[in-house]
């Protein structure tokens, strides 16, 4: 996907931000929501917005992101990045990466199953959010892995919304 050196220094930023955060569960309702996805899925878009909805987020307030291969960066639509959009140790270098470091938000998802040390590089550097991902991705990442089968947004939308639930985080 990337090439080794720049593969391995974002690993090594990846271990180093994970290991400098101290991570505590939300005590307040989700208002803001970070999807990052790996594919092309205009499914997921409309499921991610759909979610947003049943959780009473405001669609301003929803950030989707697709990671591809395959396109050149002059071929991907706005909500869309490639490798090519990511710096040496993992820095986001795209048109909305001053806009994407500036926001906060209160959940993140990363909804992607094969490994990609970008994304999760992108998920480690927002701290403050509560993490979901799919049961078997980069856990240490993650404060709550969700086991669904692979690529199935309802199963793991219904897991999400029912744990979020019982946190207490979904209005």
């Known amino acids: 996907m990337i090439g080794a050196l720049k593969h391995k220094s974002v690993l090594k930023q990846l271990r180093k931000s994970i290991a400098a955060q101290q991570r505590e569960l939300p005590k307040t309702a989700v208002n803001s929501l970070l999807v990052l996805t790996q594919g ?36 991907l639509q706005p909500d869309q990045w490639c490798k090519k959009h990511f710096g040496w140790q993992g820095k986001l270098q795209h048109d909305d990466a001053t806009t994407f470091a500036q926001k906060n938000f209160d959940l993140i998802i990363g909804y992607y199953w094969e490994p990609n040390a970008l994304l999760d590089n992108l998920i480690a550097s927002k701290p403050n959010g509560f993490r979901v991902g799919p049961m078997g991705s980069h856990e240490e990442l993650f404060d709550l892995t969700i086991a669904t089968p692979k690529n199935d947004w309802d199963a793991f939308e219904f897991e999400l919304i029912k744990y979020l639930t019982l946190l207490k985080l979904c209005r």
């Open 40 to 75: 092309d899925s205009p499914e997921v878009r409309s499921a991610v917005m759909k979610l947003a909805e049943r959780l009473g987020i405001k669609q301003e307030a929803v950030y989707y992101r697709e990671f591809v291969t395959g396109l050149k960066p002059d071929q």
